[in-house]
């Protein structure tokens, strides 16, 4: 390929990598020395370009991240940087980097404002002196070349979602009457707790455009940060747009110096600071957050929960550190990561209610315990009447099963739970556990606790819900309720923008589009350089070697450490329960040593489950001779691949190796919408094989079902259509259909009859 192929017109010599990085070639041949210009950075931008960049245009509006500097310059040589730019900004933004240990003071820095026009300051930013960059006082800033705009910042913020347009995105379809009560938010990383549409967040969200999204959150809303889990880097997008919009913003963190200089930066946000080490944060709307022994383990107490208008407290358990002081505080609800829940269940046995944080949706199935799961709201209220709180779980229940479960007909409830969706079969069977605690009657007692037993309480997740939970003496209850949000905007596939791999969007297909596509030509045209000049081509990999280092030591994930739940402390806790339990009838002393050994007793049911199911698996197998073949998996496998935007795949590749999309992190959508995380050893050919298994498996168990119901005679209609939508080949719908015929030669006999 020939340089005039890649670079056709003026117009091509910009490419954009992603809304917030930009490189400009500013050469005409493979023989010219450094033809790039850099504005803004990425995370995939190529290290191959590095050795080529003559100039990094730092603009008043901070485009980029400037925490993702360090990726794309040579860490190793820092002085071999040219930053152009406003003196002040560049030097505050060289500062800046001294928290990635990286000291630029010896870079080269391109004054602006030592010549300034009147209404713009020009500045010639390429040796190649056709090339003009202009900073006007607006914060704009533009490229000309031959007198020709061919670089227009803030027309291309318009367009493209950077930072600012996302937050303003979020900020426009933010719904803020769902959060007009109190609760709390779970987020990858955070708890954010909020009251009065207000929030205070314990831990910075990751990746959060795609969750506040989800949760419909107005940015604008969030006014305190407790920082615990990280450094200040997943914080700068949020500044970064307060500073635009002038907005406000209290962090609490004990990194003094790192604050100042992420607020030199971001002088337009106004960023009140207070250390984290030992803090009271006391939002105005009614939320005070205190930590625990200086530990991340906080005690919250929410202001006039509704409906009696009490004082809720509740303690969040999230770290190691001070386990015991935290499950000895008294509680209304203790909020527990489902890390530190495994290790301590024995610790924890005497406090409740308890919520586990399950961040991976694995739900760990504890009588009396509720789960919580990512980018899911909870509402709180609290209760000291049965009569009000039953009414109120009743009202979202399905209302059939509702005035069943008032005339304590629980056949009929039985009979109503096998055709309901997940959501309502689960608020029904919450609702249930309330009459569980609170009925006199021992018949009616072992009545609902047969139908607990029975019915697999599995977490809804198919649609986005705003979750209640209810409070009443020790008990948490929950119910779902289904929320309509807009997802016509794609922030899920603009946070994957800094992959190395993007997705396609169809809401903005030109602009992703043309990020694939300037990607694609900037390898191309680098291709065209590395052919005449081995040197640089190894230099780049030096620089490739080098930026992947500081990425794996940089932003890698902090790892709670579990070592501090010590057998020493489990033991503690067992002396004390032992000691309290000298005071106790031999009835009561047995009840404490049930409950204090009440996880492994639980992992005992869990495996006993699994082979259960394990069996059922197999006996499904025979019976129906399931087999999957390779052509069905093939074709799965490239059915995946073009719902994702990407092409498709020949089978002699697809079972030798993996497409380029399939590594380490990369995420995508199976066909039913799963969302699939690559882990280490994942093949395409693999995650589909077994996909289509479990798809079959759930099939066959409708099957199973429905000849057995006719066996007996029973007819059921629903559950035969629903056998028709899962059915996934023509196989199966005759299989279906036969089952149908039989049903309606039944229904002929009853009918005769």
């Known amino acids: 390929m020939e340089l005039n192929q890649i670079i056709k017109n003026d117009d091509d010599r910009l490419f954009i990598i992603s809304p917030e990085c ?5 050469g005409d041949s493979t023989r010219d020395e450094k033809p790039f210009i850099r504005i803004g950075n990425s995370m995939a931008l190529t290290p191959r370009v590095i050795p080529l960049i003559e100039n990094i245009i730092i603009t008043d509006l901070i485009t980029g991240n400037p925490a993702n500097e360090q990726y794309n310059i040579d860490p190793r040589y820092l002085s071999t940087n040219r930053y ?30 030592e010549d300034i026009p009147e209404l713009s300051k020009e500045q010639i930013i390429s040796d190649r002196e056709t090339f003009l960059g202009v900073f006007y006082t607006d914060s704009n800033f533009k490229i000309l070349h031959n007198q020709k705009t061919m670089f227009d910042l803030k027309e291309i913020h318009q367009k493209y979602p950077g930072d600012v347009l996302v937050h303003d995105k979020l900020s426009g379809l933010a719904n803020n009457k769902r959060y007009a009560s109190s609760g709390f938010v779970v987020t990858s990383n955070a708890v954010m707790l909020y009251k009065n549409k207000l929030f205070s967040s314990v831990g910075i969200p ?32 949020l500044v970064k747009w307060k500073n635009a919009t002038g907005g406000r913003l209290r ?50 107490t929410i202001k006039n929960v509704k409906p009696i208008t009490k004082d809720v407290t509740i303690v969040y358990i999230c770290d190691p550190n001070a386990l015991n002081q935290a499950s000895e505080t008294q509680a209304n609800l203790y909020i527990v990561e489902d890390a530190i829940y495994t290790k301590a269940a024995l610790l924890l046995s005497n406090i409740k209610p308890i919520a586990i944080i399950n961040q991976h949706k694995e739900i760990i199935p ?22 009000k709180l039953l009414s109120d779980m009743l009202s979202y229940c399905n209302k059939e099963a509702a005035i069943s479960i008032k005339n304590n007909d629980f056949s009929q409830v039985e009979n109503i739970i096998h055709i309901l969706s997940p959501k309502e079969i689960y608020n029904i069977m919450q ?37 209640t939970i209810m409070l009443y003496d020790t008990y948490a209850y929950m119910v779902y309720d289904q929320v309509d949000i807009d997802n016509t905007f794609p922030f899920d596939a603009i946070e994957r923008l800094d992959d190395t791999s993007i997705p396609n969007s169809s809401a903005l297909p030109d602009i992703f589009n043309r990020i694939i596509e300037d990607r694609k030509r900037l390898e191309l045209l680098l291709d065209l350089f590395y052919e005449k000049n081995s040197a640089i081509a190894k230099e780049a990999k030096s620089i490739e070697k ?21 057998k020493e402390k489990l033991k503690k806790r067992l002396a004390a329960l032992k000691k309290a339990a000298v005071a106790l009838v031999a009835l009561a002393f047995i009840t404490v040593i049930i409950f204090g050994s009440y996880h492994a007793f639980t992992l005992y049911q869990e495996k006993l489950e699994r082979q259960k199911q394990a069996r059922y698996i197999e006996y499904l197998t025979k019976k129906y001779a399931i087999h999957i073949s390779d052509r069905d998996i093939f074709f799965y496998a490239n059915d995946v691949a073009v719902k994702n935007g990407y092409s498709r795949i020949d089978i002699k590749s697809l079972k030798e190796k993996n497409p380029h999309w399939i590594y380490p992190g990369n995420r995508f959508i199976l066909l039913d919408g799963e969302i699939v995380i690559v882990k280490p050893g994942d093949t395409l050919w693999g995650i589909s094989e077994k996909k289509l298994f479990h798809l079959y498996i759930s099939f066959y168990t409708l099957i199973d079902e429905l000849e057995k119901k006719i066996d007996k005679g029973v007819i059921d209609e629903t559950l035969a259509q629903k056998a028709l939508s899962a059915s996934l080949n023509e196989k199966h719908r005759e299989k279906v259909k036969g089952l149908i015929h039989k049903m309606n030669e039944l229904k002929a006999k009853i009918n005769i009859k």
């Open 251 to 300: 962090v609490f963190y004990n990194n003094d110096d790192e604050v100042k200089l992420l607020q030199k930066l971001f002088n337009q946000c106004t960023i009140h600071h207070k250390p984290s080490k030992s803090y009271v944060c006391d939002n105005p709307e009614g939320i005070t957050i205190q930590n625990i022994a200086s530990s991340h383990n906080c005690i919250i």
């Open 546 to 566: 080098a930026i992947n280092k500081r990425k794996k030591e940089i932003t890698q994930t902090q790892q709670l450490d579990l070592s501090l739940i010590t």
């Open 84 to 113: 152009i730019g406003s003196k002040l900004i560049v030097k505050r933004y060289l500062e800046f980097q001294k928290l990635f240990g990286l000291d630029l003071n010896n870079a080269t820095i391109v004054d602006i404002e």
């Open 206 to 237: 990751m990746h959060y455009y795609s969750a506040f999204g989800q949760l419909q959150i107005d940015p604008a809303n969030i006014r305190d940060i407790i920082i615990t889990n990280t450094n200040t880097m997943p914080l700068v997008p």
């Open 366 to 387: 504890v009588k009396d315990i509720i789960h919580c799961v990512p980018v899911q709201q909870y509402d709180i209220r609290y209760y000291d009447d049965t009569s």
């Open 22 to 26: 930009f490189i400009v070639f500013t």
């Open 431 to 467: 609702t249930l556990r309330v009459l569980l605690h609170t009925t006199p009657d021992r018949d009616t007692y072992k009545r609902i606790e047969k139908i607990l037993y029975k019915s697999q309480q599995t977490l809804p997740q198919e649609h986005t819900y705003k979750c």
